[in-house]
């Protein structure tokens, strides 16, 4: 009983000095114990835009902080899918049910700091994965998606309609915080 307990304390110990040694608080690096156990070094490590869904009080900027601090390249495609899918979450708590693609990825391209032809791919492997949900809009047909009171901007004259993202936050772990997983299952028929 006396060596488990200390085998536990040692893994406890070994997490917390690599978590602090990457720049996170001590009691973000109890959360982060908390949610993984032993496998917390390896989620931070490999997945360090994961804790900012799973993870109390720990969104998008601070993930970005820890995963450049375990050396996650400023153009990789796991930081721009994350920060498209911050992009959206940000637009949905201004309000917005859609954000034209145009706009998406200018916004995201514009907060990630990275040229905008790096958004596209990303967006499109969102999409596949169903983390997000693209939808053409009729250009022209006055409508906007959803009841918004604007319709959407940016036609493409190709097809004559906007694409458009959408996405549906999640409740997030934590009083008053929401999250972005959006799954079809989860939004609401068009």
Request: glycine share 8%.
């Amino acid at each position: 009983m006396i060596t488990a307990a200390w085998a536990e304390q040692r893994a406890i110990k070994e997490v917390m000095v690599f978590l602090q040694g990457v720049g996170v608080s001590t009691s973000l690096a109890v959360r982060i114990y908390k949610k993984y156990g032993d496998a917390a070094i390896s989620v931070v490590r490999d997945e360090p835009y994961r804790l900012a869904a799973d993870v109390w009080g720990i969104g998008f900027k601070t993930a970005d902080t820890i995963a450049a601090a375990v050396g996650i390249a400023r153009d990789s495609p796991e930081r721009i899918k994350a920060g498209l899918a911050y992009t959206l979450s940000e637009a949905a708590d201004e309000g917005h049910c859609y954000l034209p693609a145009p706009n998406l990825l200018a916004d995201a391209a514009k907060i990630l700091e990275v040229p905008a032809e790096l958004t596209a791919p990303c967006l499109d492997e969102l999409a596949a994965t169903e983390g997000v949900i693209r939808e053409d809009v009729p250009a022209g047909s006055g409508a906007a998606p959803h009841g918004s009171p604007e319709p959407a901007s940016a036609t493409s004259p190709a097809r004559s309609a906007t694409t458009t993202t959408r996405a549906r936050p999640l409740p997030r772990p934590g009083p008053g915080r929401s999250s972005l997983r959006s799954h079809p299952q989860d939004l609401p028929p068009p």
